[in-house]
């Protein structure tokens, strides 16, 4: 992160902590300001995702659902339906009937490979020749 972008993080986040005491200071709750601008900002990082080139709008879509459950005080929801998706998915791996183990070679698919892979009369005779004459 260059010096130039932390400095301008650091005054936006004095801008939002000046403004928000202000509001307090006028009657406004700043609890109510930020239950509405940080999902807004969710929301709207998702958009851009979503109408951008650089993202992937499946992961735009779901941060601005995100925000959208967020801003409605529905968070919780989506919560438990992952849950119960999980749940749910966890009791049918547990139920469904397991595949029959895989057995070995047939007996006469061993012999065959034991009679292919067995050293022949060439093979033997390639070992005997001395290196320096290959």
């Known amino acids: 992160m260059s010096e130039r972008s932390g400095k301008f993080l650091l005054g936006l986040v004095l801008l939002l902590i000046g403004g928000l005491v202000l509001l307090d200071q006028l009657g406004i709750d700043s609890g109510d300001v930020l239950g509405l601008l940080v999902p807004g900002v ?10 951008g080139h650089g993202g992937s709008r499946f992961w735009g879509v779901l941060i601005f659902l995100f925000g959208l459950l967020m801003l409605f005080g529905k968070l919780h929801l989506l919560f438990h339906s992952i849950l119960a998706i999980g749940i749910i998915y966890l ?3 547990l139920i469904r009937p397991q595949p029959a183990p895989k057995e070995g070679p047939a007996e006469w698919e061993r012999q065959w490979a034991q009679r ?3 050293e022949d009369a060439l093979d033997k005779w390639e070992k005997g020749i001395p290196r320096n004459q290959q």
């Open 42 to 51: 969710i929301m709207l990082y998702g958009a851009r995702k979503v109408m």
């Open 91 to 93: 009791g049918y791996r």
């Open 116 to 118: 292919v892979l067995k």
